[in-house]
Nanobody
Framework: QVQLVESGGGLVQAGGSLRLSCAAS????????MGWFRQAPGKEREFVAT????????LYADSVKGRATISRDNAKNTVYLQMNSLKPEDTAAYYC????????????????WGQGTQVTVSS
């Protein structure tokens, strides 16, 4: 069982940056692939980025490629999402998720989810 808690969201102007964090409980964090997803009002939850257990494989959605960096610190049981050059269309609740397998881009493949942190980008 893994519990995930996101932090770092907030209100930022377009062009700004935010660093989201996701702290995981338990001693098996390094056994989980981790992902970041987002959900805007009235829209489905969508993939943002994912990292394998050792961060050897990282994938990004096309919409954030070149602007986002996912990283993890297995010693701190934490995964991060650095978002730069933020746009109003990045406004959403951001969720971290974990799965006991390889990295994945589909929502349905993740076993554990955090409560989310809101990111609002003003124009």
């Amino acid at each position: 069982q893994v519990q995930l808690v996101e932090s770092g969201g907030g209100l930022v102007q377009a062009g700004g940056s935010l660093r989201l964090s996701c702290a995981a409980s338990g001693r098996t964090f390094s056994s989980y692939a981790m992902g970041w997803f987002r959900q805007a009002p009235g829209k489905e939850r969508e993939f943002v980025a994912t990292t394998s257990k050792s961060a050897g494989t990282i994938l990004y959605a096309d919409s954030v490629k070149g602007r986002a960096t996912i990283s993890r610190d297995n010693a701190k049981n934490t995964v991060y999402l650095q978002m730069n050059s933020l746009k109003p269309e990045d406004t959403a609740a951001y969720y971290c998720a974990g799965r006991a397998g390889t990295q994945a881009t589909r929502v349905a493949l993740y076993d554990y989810w955090g409560q989310g942190t809101q990111v609002t980008v003003s124009s």
